[in-house]
RNA sequence: GCCCCGGUGGCGAAAUGGCAGACGCUGCGGACUUAAAAUCCGCUGCCCCGUGAGGGGCGUGCCGGUUCGAGUCCGGCCCGGGGCACCA
């Protein structure tokens, strides 16, 4: 009987559907446990790639409920987003149309998978029923003065024509299609992040089950710096000008200062300067630059010609202003200390300014001041205080702790904390998102949607013509609204928001998705979250990790949810990598067209190179996975992804590797074939052999603690060496196998699903998936029969004797000193003690 | 520049401080077949000695340390990947 099993798996896919198998009701008792995968975004086609992430949580899924955990794997939509409303330009589909179109393709591809969702629990951002609560979720931060409009230096993309958030621009370029990012200063909504930088920091502390990895590129991200608020009078203004240093222990060495361009005193100070003209060019020149071009271009300062006191040397310093300093972060006025700052050092070494040592060694080595080449950054004990008055000879914390003090004292400044994080731009001038419940009144300014209006309905009949701002905009019956206070007109807001919102809280809505009263019932939420296992790309560690933690929190602050953390366990997969090649003239070339020459690739007469990268449509490398299903079958393709590296590691995609997991497939289905043919015979099943009892418990132990952990690929390579001792047993008496073979197909059932149902429902066993447990290992029948004992003298292998288990210290000295070519010996690790014979010093190593 | 994470056969990778390379791919040899595919069996880190059974040496990026014993622990380098990047 063949192994076919294209015919298997649409069998038990159908079975499973009909079935509602991973139906959960969240009223049930039972030991909750709540699996998610994040949820996608629908762009239509799924390759392997993505596979490895579903096939992953749907072997964690199934082994949790076999282990009798009441499991919900819910599954939805990140279903707003600009690549639709960029295939209804492109090819005047509905953005709608589009979308739910992909959402269909992408369901039949999870079955296909033989991956068992709560479609029950279904959701869509783009639905009403979803972006309702959305628009609700907004309101209640915009109460709180969490939501609010403002006017700053935002980020542009020109090509997307809509604003980003600052987490959406890598390396000055837009996330998603890689344009240089504009700076534009325009009036937008945000959500005050900020508010919650201190408790998003600290709470990376308790998460214990997160990858370090991802909490310190959030640490990073929030940026928390410990420093201080200091004030330097100005002669030339009424107040002082205040600036920000995590080095106040520093301040005798701050030589001059320096402002940002766009700092608010700036015009005053420059007012009477002989060439205040050539500094305001210069001034709206680096306004204009991106981030990316002043990075290139360099520091660049102007002198103001003013003076700030030093409020510690009381001496005059030079205040400068430069392009390295940043108007958004601290108060965006520094002072410079350029003999301990690099930035600084810089600076001053371009522009002749002075440099005074004000930390030096705690070694007491000297420094040479005349021939510095960078600045003298102590940022430890390792430095002291020198020059500095009454805090000389401290070590730099105590320095900078007394001098805090010392500040406070006089009351010219205190102790702050700063962050690097800003306030989340949420609102987009894009039609297909979530429309932001608000209203512009002539008469009473900016008023929100009462709640009972919503949801604020995104109109489906909008003309898509192209690159001419926000359709939304230009919907007559959208845009003209009543104020609700007046009930006079008014024009409502037509940025929607930013799809980062949607996903920030859909983890709580899964529980009950249909609710359309409320955005979710606290009580159930409460006993279903946090997510035990979340799982997606490393992608989102900043971006969704960041605004699902932030959002959760003010959840938690209106009293609706009683936990902090939205995610107790994160799991971050690798990528799945495929060769690609490309041209001399660097253009991608289909794999089919790739010839093979002497082993090198060839097309034409072109020598192509060979590149490994993320499978993408653009790089013609993707790895489709139809065929593979068609030929090998779903299971093939989910030992196959677990198996071929750590799941966490970025794993290249082989072809040829496939026919291995196909193998082991088809070794334990004929192998299951022959147990079945001699149990029916009425071959009696005789005791199962000793060490085939041993392997499986010991396999059923060593499973159980990788899968655990999330090693999957040894998991799997232990069930291949599991089922190789099996095989060779099978000749013996396949009837007495029936047990351990059972255990098998168990431990297989995560990942091989299709495969093993059909094999226990062949054996005459009820069906799996409803009835099946996860086998329990037990420690008795795990233990050797024997022990090998290597003898080692001064660290070389001399011999192995072999006593019975358990191993008593009286039977190993007989055996090592009956064993011929020992003559002496000593300890190991498990049993004996270290001995010393006369000149020598033997092991005994215990195995 | 700062901060992380890695480096083991031809390849993907295993190894509570205890016989490095499990498991799989590739390759080679064989069985089955008219033939091929599929399947099954054997070998497969490198070098040397031996006709053979077998024996010996070297091996986890490099240098050193701890230990009876190091891929694993410690110190210093080299290389690769990732994150942040004028954040004061």
């Known amino acids: 009987m063949q192994y076919r099993p294209t015919e298997i798996e649409s069998k038990w896919q159908q079975r499973w559907a009909e079935a509602k198998v991973a139906e959960v009701d969240v009223t049930a008792p039972g030991e909750k446990l709540y699996m998610l995968n994040m949820f996608p975004y629908p762009s239509g086609d799924l390759h392997v790639g993505h596979g490895r992430n579903y096939i992953l949580g749907d072997a964690l899924y199934r082994f949790f409920r076999m282990q009798g955990r ?23 589909i509905h953005p709608r149309e589009w979308t739910l179109g992909n959402i269909g393709r992408m369901k039949q591809q999870f079955a296909r998978w033989g991956i068992l969702y709560d479609w029950s629990k279904e959701l869509a951002s783009c639905e009403p029923e979803y972006y309702h609560w959305n628009q609700w979720l907004f309101l209640q931060l915009y109460k709180r003065g969490l939501a609010y409009r403002g006017t700053a230096p935002v980020n542009w993309c020109p090509q997307d024509q809509t604003v980003l958030a600052n987490e959406q621009v890598i390396d000055g370029r837009c996330e998603r299609c890689s344009a240089i990012v504009e700076q534009r200063e325009l009036s937008q909504w945000f959500f005050k992040i900020t508010a919650y930088a201190d408790r998003l920091d600290a709470g990376l502390d308790t998460l214990h089950e997160w990858p370090e990895k991802v909490k310190l590129m959030q640490r990073n991200w929030i940026g928390r710096s410990l420093g201080a608020d200091v004030d330097f009078d100005v002669p030339a203004l009424e107040h002082p000008i205040r600036i920000f240093t995590t ?37 709206t020149a680096v306004r204009n630059q991106t981030n990316l071009e002043r990075q290139e271009k360099g520091k660049e300062g102007r002198d103001t010609g003013k003076t700030a006191i030093n409020p510690f040397t009381g001496e005059p310093i030079p205040i400068w202003l430069g392009n390295f300093v940043l108007p958004q972060y601290g108060t965006g006025a520094i002072m410079s200390v350029p003999a301990h700052d ?13 440099i005074k040592i004000v930390v030096r060694p705690a070694s007491g080595e000297t420094l040479d001041d005349a021939n510095m080449t960078e600045a003298f950054t102590f940022k430890d004990e390792s430095g002291v205080a020198a020059n500095s008055g009454p805090i000389d000879g401290m070590p730099v914390p105590k320095a900078i702790e007394t001098i805090i003090a010392l500040i406070e004292e006089r009351g010219i400044g205190k102790g702050t904390v700063r962050y690097r994080l800003r306030d989340w731009l949420i609102s987009r001038q894009r039609y297909w998102g979530t429309p932001i419940p608000m209203l512009y009144c002539d008469k009473d300014g900016l008023v929100p949607v009462p709640e009972e209006q919503l949801p604020v309905t995104l109109p489906l009949d909008v003309p898509f013509t192209g690159r001419e701002g926000n359709p939304l905009a230009k919907h007559e019956a959208f845009v003209n609204a009543t104020c609700p206070q007046c009930g006079g007109p008014a024009k409502r807001e037509t940025d929607t928001m930013d799809t980062f919102v949607d996903s920030s809280w859909y983890f709580t809505r899964f529980i009950t998705p249909r609710d359309d009263q409320k955005i979710f019932d606290s009580a159930v939420v409460n006993r279903w979250l946090p997510v035990d296992q979340y799982i997606g790309g490393i992608e989102h560690a900043i971006l969704h990790l960041l605004y699902a933690r932030f959002i959760t929190r003010t959840l938690h602050d209106m009293g609706l949810v009683a936990f902090e953390e939205p995610f107790a366990r994160l799991f971050n997969q690798g990528m799945i990598t495929k060769e690609g090649y490309r041209d001399p003239h660097g253009s991608w070339v289909p794999i089919a067209e790739v010839e093979w020459r002497d082993g090198k690739p060839y097309r034409g007469q072109t020598e192509l190179t060979a590149e490994v990268g993320k499978m993408s449509k653009s790089r013609y490398n993707v790895v489709p996975p139809d065929e593979l299903i068609e030929k090998f079958g779903a299971d093939t393709e989910r030992v196959y992804t677990l198996f071929i590296a750590p799941p966490e590691k970025e794993a290249a995609w082989s072809d040829e590797g496939v026919i291995g997991a196909y193998r082991f497939l088809g070794r334990v289905w004929h192998m299951g074939v022959a147990i079945i043919e001699a149990l029916g015979n009425g071959q009696p099943g005789g005791d199962t052999p000793r060490a085939v009892l041993r392997k499986m418990h010991q396999t059923i132990d060593a499973v159980t603690k990788r899968v655990e952990k999330f090693e999957f690929n040894t998991s799997i390579s232990g069930l291949m060496e599991y089922s190789n001792t099996l095989g060779d047993a099978v000749g013996a008496n ?31 066993n009820e069906e799996f998936v409803l009835t099946s447990r996860w086998p329990v290992a037990d420690p008795a029948l795990m233990q050797e029969d024997s022990v090998v004992i290597a003898v080692q003298v001064n660290g070389k292998l001399r011999g192995q004797v072999e006593v019975p288990a358990p191993p008593d210290e009286a039977t190993v000295f007989a055996a090592v000193f009956a064993h011929e070519r020992i003559q002496t010996w000593v300890s190991g690790k498990e049993i004996v003690k270290r001995v010393y014979v006369p000149g020598k010093l033997v092991n005994l190593v215990v195995k």
């Open 342 to 354: 690099q930035r600084d050092f810089e600076f001053a070494r371009q522009y002749g300014l002075p």
């Open 247 to 283: 080095r106040p222990d520093t301040i005798f060495g701050a030589t001059f200062m320096v402002l940002a361009p766009e700092h608010p005193d700036v015009p005053k100070l420059i007012a009477d300067h002989p060439d205040r003209e050539a500094i305001d060019e210069w001034i």
């Open 70 to 92: 009441v499991a919900l794997n819910p599954m939805g939509w990140d279903a707003f987003g600009l690549p639709a409303e960029n295939a209804a330009i492109k090819r005047g």
């Open 734 to 764: 396949a009837a007495s196998l029936r047990k351990p073979y059972e255990a098998l197909l168990q431990m297989l059932h995560p990942f091989a699903p299709h495969m093993t149902e059909e094999l226990w429902s062949m054996l005459g």
